[in-house]
């Protein structure tokens, strides 16, 4: 059933609503998208048509849409305190998610800096890496080493530390001292630099390396932080190989630079453990997070610090000057607890160890398709890279990826009822993240769908 206002939301969605990461000039022919309702791992657009939610909203809806549970939570803090800033002062809901996600986050990451989302939590880590190393007399370590077509945010900071030059150029000239090393995708592991002939862990062994090369390169006392995913989202979900963390965490402590897990997508069970950083088996100075920690019921973000970084802080009249209006509100981080301890009463995470075996089988069954090249990922988060040779590995060229993949693919997989995302930030790939929730029948339906748009997208080259 349409909704009642369909034609004016379309009307004010063009000529109001400044849509984020979008190309207005698409819907000048085109109707606006419009999501009303959500249940499940589904989701009904204005027209009454279903979707499945193969994205989890933006990576964040890991318990799936109308939980009344979560909404409830929301309604009773806000009739009790709607608002209180975290500045000098507290309440209950901020108090008792820090505690609870202290206490179950990695070694002595003990102290929580709440934000709005993730981005900002991004930009604390960075400004505390900062702060700490002058007040503890090393005042020159200020840079900041990162990964090749990597994510990590919008805001200047942030967006300085992403990898994407096509991203970045437009709001150029960013925050200066940050450096690039190679990522983790073996598929193309030549095309980034590493010798041929390597074993997965040997290159991995190999990209750790450039972490090292990178900071003598740039002189050790001046570099501050490496900021990291568990699985890098862009370019299309490049998991570390066996070792890689380790190595990188021996090179942090060998020169004194601070470990950031970037886990604003990866923690809160995406990759089946409430921390990226547990599964792969390292131990990170701080972990930034948003998205899955309120499973988009509520904006929240947090940085998450090792005690040993609060230490100068404790110091009489020392301040972290930062902060943000909405960091740590009340109805998010109320909202926050209750989805947590949904997590454990319903063994969410439990649900993706079990299943994402499966989730990977049903996913590998598309590589007979002749323009699916790789499938990667773990958990429940994957990309499938699309490619014009698979024997060669051969890529598309920008034109054919416009026409193919956004021309194509992405409308079309949307028009057969599966909200997922097509990028070529990097390598064209199709990404899935779906809610925390799903089983079998729901990873059936992606691959039947996702069969049915790539063998007739393959025809079109």
């Not at 967006?159 to 001292?177: A, D």
């Not at 949307?414 to 925390?436: H, I, K, M, S, T």
């Amino acid at each position: 059933m349409t909704h009642p206002d369909y034609d004016h939301l379309q009307r004010a969605a063009k000529d109001h609503l400044w849509m984020h990461f979008s190309r207005h000039s698409s819907y000048e022919q085109a109707d606006v998208p419009v999501i009303v309702r959500g249940e499940g791992p589904y989701l009904w657009d204005a027209k009454g048509k279903r979707y499945l939610d193969g994205l989890a909203g933006l990576f964040v809806s890991q318990l799936g849409h109308g939980r009344t549970e979560l909404a409830d939570a929301a309604a009773q803090q806000a009739r009790e305190l709607a608002f209180m800033p975290l500045w000098s002062y507290a309440h209950p809901p901020a108090i008792e998610l820090a505690e609870r996600v202290a206490g179950q986050a990695p070694g002595d990451l003990n102290r929580v800096f709440f934000t709005s989302g993730g981005g900002e939590a991004v930009e604390t880590a960075w400004k505390l890496a900062k702060n700490y190393f002058k007040l503890t007399g090393k005042p020159m370590k200020h840079k900041v080493i990162s990964r090749a077509i990597a994510y990590h945010g919008t805001t200047q900071g942030a967006l300085s530390i992403t990898g994407l030059p096509l991203l970045k150029q437009q709001f150029e000239p960013l925050v200066p001292s940050t450096f690039r090393v190679p990522n983790t995708n073996f598929y193309r592991s030549t095309e980034h630099g590493a010798p041929e002939g390597l074993s997965e862990e040997q290159f991995g062994r190999w990209a750790a390396d450039q972490v090292a090369v990178a900071i003598e390169n740039e002189g050790p006392d001046t570099v501050a932080a490496v900021f990291l995913e568990p699985v890098q989202n862009a370019g299309g979900c490049f998991p570390p190989p066996a070792g890689y963390f380790q190595r990188v965490r021996e090179i942090c402590d060998q020169y004194d630079v601070l470990l950031v897990s970037d886990e604003v997508i990866c923690a809160f069970g995406r990759l089946g453990h409430l921390f990226g950083a547990e599964r792969y088996g390292y131990q990170p100075d701080m972990i930034t997070c948003a998205k899955g920690i309120t499973s988009g019921y509520a904006p929240l973000g947090a940085m998450i610090a090792s005690d040993h970084l609060m230490e100068p802080f404790l110091e009489p009249g020392a301040m972290f000057a930062h902060g943000y209006t909405f960091g740590g509100h009340p109805v998010s981080t109320a909202v926050g607890l209750r989805n947590l301890q949904i997590f454990e009463e319903e063994k969410v995470l439990d649900n993706v160890r079990d299943n994402e075996g499966a989730f990977r089988a049903t996913l590998e069954r598309l590589l007979d398709l002749p323009i699916v090249g790789d499938i990667r990922g773990d958990g429940y988060f994957y990309g499938i890279e699309l490619v014009k040779d698979k024997e060669t590995k051969e890529s598309f060229t920008d034109e054919e990826c416009e026409r193919l993949l956004y021309g194509f693919v992405s409308k079309q997989l949307y028009a057969e009822g599966l909200y997922c995302r097509a990028d070529d930030r990097g390598d064209p790939v199709v990404q899935l993240a779906p809610p925390l929730i799903c089983t079998q029948e729901h990873f059936d339906e992606m691959e039947h769908i996702l069969r049915i748009v790539l063998d007739k997208a393959g025809t079109l080259l």
